[in-house]
Nanobody, 125 residues
Framework: QVRLVESGGGSVQAGGSLRLSCTSS????????MGWFRQAPGKEREAVAA????????YYANSVKGRFTISQDIRKNTVYLQMNTLEPDDTAIYYC??????????????????WGQGTQVTVSS
């Protein structure tokens, strides 16, 4: 079974940066899409970014375009989320996810079969 482990969360001031990491036990064509999602208290889980690990294509939610960057290190079975110019509204638990196959909507949480435990990101004003 695919196991995902996130790390890198923490507390920062607005305008600061954090880099999240997600290491997967399976980093092959069987899990071609990896994504980052977040959930704040009282809100629905929402997409942040996704990557097609085979071709390197990336996808971003409008709220983070220009500030966040998703990338990967294939040799390390790891996907990263570099978060710059953080805002208080970015405060949430961030989850790493992997899809079980090809998907039509990489930013839809419903298409992801495997999820990590999450890592807390807190941004103070």
């Amino acid at each position: 079974q695919v196991r995902l482990v996130e790390s890198g969360g923490g507390s920062v001031q607005a305008g600061g940066s954090l880099r999240l990491s997600c290491t997967s036990s399976e980093y092959t064509s069987t899990t071609p899409f990896m994504g980052w999602f977040r959930q704040a208290p009282g809100k629905e889980r929402e997409a942040v970014a996704a990557i097609y690990i085979i071709g390197g294509n990336t996808y971003y939610a409008n709220s983070v375009k220009g500030r966040f960057t998703i990338s990967q290190d294939i040799r390390k079975n790891t996907v990263y989320l570099q978060m710059n110019t953080l805002e208080p509204d970015d405060t949430a638990i961030y989850y790493c996810a992997a899809a079980a196959g090809a998907v039509r909507a990489p930013l839809s949480p419903d298409v992801y079969a495997y999820w990590g435990q999450g890592t807390q990101v807190t941004v103070s004003s």
